[in-house]
């Protein structure tokens, strides 16, 4: 079955500091995809990253950067020099492709909490 | 750029009452999708939905859910008799033929007293 654990519950660091958030997935299936999705206090989700599973490559935006490793099942987000606006709780999810159905099924999320 | 839009943004309905939770996906997408958030929870998928028909369904989407393309722009999903258990934000999504993304609606935040 599949199922998408991130292990952090909250974080907290003060502003400028380096932070990652940790996704571990399990799936059966060898196409799938992987999500990062951030919610901030108002509460909408907002897309940050879909990765494939046939393309390992990380991948940075701005600030933001991913790890995808299949060896170890991760999808790990770091977010470099943080600011007080990063502060949002952050899903990673996870989508097979099967019969035209791409549910997502979503990690508990990580609170992230950057203080000034 | 286009956007998936949820009515109402906030809807308080009493116990045992019907309610119809509103969304107009991307107006090319073919999948469209609900999903529930409980108040400081994980998000959960209820439902999927393509070419006219529910495709999978969680264990959550019992008989008291229903959804509907009534009119090929809007898509929406109702709950017969409301329970408190069912105050929650529902989240609409939709996608593309190839994206495989999501978009995603601001949500409608259900209140059930």
């Known amino acids: 079955a599949q199922k998408v654990t991130q292990a952090q519950t909250e974080i907290s660091v003060v502003e400028k500091e380096d932070v990652t958030l940790d996704c571990v997935y399990e799936?059966?299936?060898?196409?799938?995809?992987l999500f990062w999705y951030k919610q901030p206090p108002s509460g909408e989700l907002v897309f940050l990253i879909r990765?494939?599973?046939?393309d390992e490559q990380n991948e940075i935006s701005g600030r933001y950067s991913w790890n995808f490793q299949k060896s170890t099942s991760s999808f790990n987000f770091t977010i470099t020099a943080s600011q007080v606006v990063d502060s949002a709780v952050y899903f990673c999810a996870l989508s097979e492709a099967r019969d035209s159905n791409y549910q997502l099924i979503w990690g508990a999320g990580t609170k992230l909490i950057i203080k000034p | 750029e286009p956007e998936v839009t949820q009515t109402p943004s906030h809807q308080v309905t009493q116990m045992g009452q019907e309610v119809i939770l509103r969304c107009v996906p991307i107006?090319?997408?073919?999948?469209f999708y609900w999903y529930r958030q409980i108040l400081g929870q994980k998000v959960e998928f209820l439902v999927s939905f393509y070419n006219n028909e529910i495709s999978e369904k969680s264990e959550i989407f019992d008989d008291q859910f229903s959804v509907e393309r009534p009119d090929g722009s809007n898509f929406t999903l109702k709950i017969r008799s409301t329970k408190l258990e069912d105050s929650a934000m529902y989240f609409c999504?939709?996608?593309?033929?190839?994206?495989?993304?999501?978009?995603f609606g601001p949500g409608t935040r259900l209140t059930v007293t």
């Open positions: 999504a939709s996608t593309g033929q190839t994206s495989y993304e999501q978009y």
């Open positions: 799936t059966r299936d060898t196409t799938y995809y």
């Open positions: 107006s090319n997408h073919l999948y």
């Open positions: 990765r494939n599973s046939f």
